[in-house]
């Protein structure tokens, strides 16, 4: 079990650059199954997820090479294996597996994701998509079968009935090499969901709509490389060095950002009074005080994301009064509030809420990363906190921050990676 140790106090200035989106990275990668050809990524992240996928992907015999952010994939030699129990119960987006290899082979199993403990995920959106489109799917105790007979897949409407990217991106996975016409109605409109949507098309998908709430898939039988897809930045990652920036910059820039992206996100930074300015694809953030309480509602894209409800919240600890958050995506994503509290924050769940006290002084402590933004706003506590803080479980950190040792330590932070009794000199 690896621990991230933390010694706070220290003010942050200089720049960062932003890697490619998570997001985007753990769909790209199932969906290379896909292609006829080896395929290749530019900007992957190099992060415990990526790595976890590159195990399942050689247990299929689909070969993978990551150097220097550039991941290379030949599913040319691909075969119907189980897939490692393990990584796929580490990594909830090891579900995308179902589309992908729905969409190859016509059939798939898996065991049921894993990934982040942040409340009820059920996948009974993906499964009526997959029936939908002509599957039957049954599901024993965890363990998922899907297959199609020897009719194969075929194009259908399909109303989702909650706004789901997961269900989104899987359809669009099955549907992709399926016959005749897909239309989904109601789809997320996450940019990952255009990312996904720009690599299939390169390589001769038809996907149109990507981005709306209309999908709509027309089947091609033959999917070619022939070009590196650029996965897009980071917009989680972004705001989360956004948020530390606010929270402990002395002036901080950070690069390759895709502003519109975070547009939620920064307005709510520049409704708490936080001195930001905003580039084509970068942003300054410099010393930010006197800052004002607010309140943040999580909303499907364009809305707040949810997944930067938690490092947003070191940060409300530091506005005058009383900040009120509410998720509605995952109301059970509070997983950092009992730990912030034991580095002295005020802060507690009430009702379908979380309420964030001004906080004048925390504390380093011994805190856990229960999942990997809760991990984020008890790293960027830990550099707001006096004394030495050690986050254990900071794989989960690692699962989602790329190079962030590194990162952080470039910006004048005080951190180290232990792995047991042993610390990694990053």
């Known amino acids: 079990m690896k621990k991230m140790i933390i010694h706070g106090g220290q003010r942050l200035s200089g720049s960062v650059n932003i890697g490619g989106a998570k997001n985007s990275t753990v769909a790209l990668i199932p969906a290379a199954i896909l292609a006829d050809t080896p395929v290749k990524f530019d900007m992957v992240p190099d992060i415990l997820d990526v790595h976890n996928l590159m195990l399942i992907l050689e247990s299929m015999n689909v070969h993978s090479r990551f150097v220097d952010g550039v991941l290379t994939i030949d599913p040319t030699e691909i075969v119907e294996a189980p897939m490692p129990s393990k990584a796929i119960k580490s990594l909830r987006a090891s579900y995308y597996f179902m589309g992908a290899l729905l969409g190859r082979f016509g059939r798939a199993t898996l065991t049921f994701p894993g990934g982040d403990n942040i409340g009820p995920r059920p996948i009974d959106q993906h499964i009526k998509a997959f029936k939908a489109l002509g599957a039957e799917v049954d599901d024993d105790h965890g363990t998922v079968r899907i297959t199609t007979g020897n009719k194969g897949l075929h194009g259908a409407r399909i109303f989702l009935d909650v706004v789901s990217v997961g269900a989104t991106i899987n359809t669009i996975l099955a549907a992709v090499k399926a016959n005749g016409l897909t239309t989904i109605e109601n789809a997320a409109k996450e940019p990952e ?11 001769g998908a038809h996907v149109r709509g990507a981005g709306t709430d209309v999908i709509r898939i027309e089947g091609v039988p033959v999917l070619r490389a022939t070009n590196v897809h650029t996965i897009i930045p980071d917009r989680i990652e972004a705001g ?3 948020a530390m920036a606010a929270a402990m910059g002395d002036g901080v820039e950070i690069h390759n950002i895709i502003p519109e992206h975070l547009e939620s996100f920064t307005a709510k930074l520049i409704e708490m009074g936080v001195d930001m300015r905003i580039g ?3 942003a300054y953030v410099g010393p930010s005080n006197n800052l004002k309480a607010i309140q943040v509602k999580t909303m499907p894209f364009p809305g707040f994301a949810t997944d930067l ?11 005058k009064g009383s900040s009120v958050i509410v998720d509605t995506i995952y109301p059970q994503r509070l997983k950092h509030v009992p730990e912030l509290k034991k580095m002295g924050a005020k802060i507690r769940p009430e009702k379908d809420m979380i309420v964030v006290d001004h906080t004048d002084h925390l504390t380093g402590a011994t805190v856990d990363a229960g999942e990997i933004r809760a991990g984020a706003a008890l790293m960027i506590a830990a550099l707001m906190a006096e004394g030495t803080t ?15 040792v590194d990162k952080l330590t470039a910006l004048n932070a005080d951190v180290k990676i232990a792995d047991g009794n042993r610390v990694e000199e990053l």
């Open 280 to 282: 084509e694809d970068s």
């Open 309 to 319: 409800q938690q490092p947003i919240t070191p940060l409300l600890l530091k506005a």
């Open 193 to 203: 969901i255009i990312d996904i949507a720009t690599f299939l098309n390169n390589m």
């Open 390 to 404: 050690t986050i254990t479980s900071a794989e989960n950190i690692l699962r989602g921050y790329g190079s962030i």
């Open 240 to 242: 989360t060095y956004l």
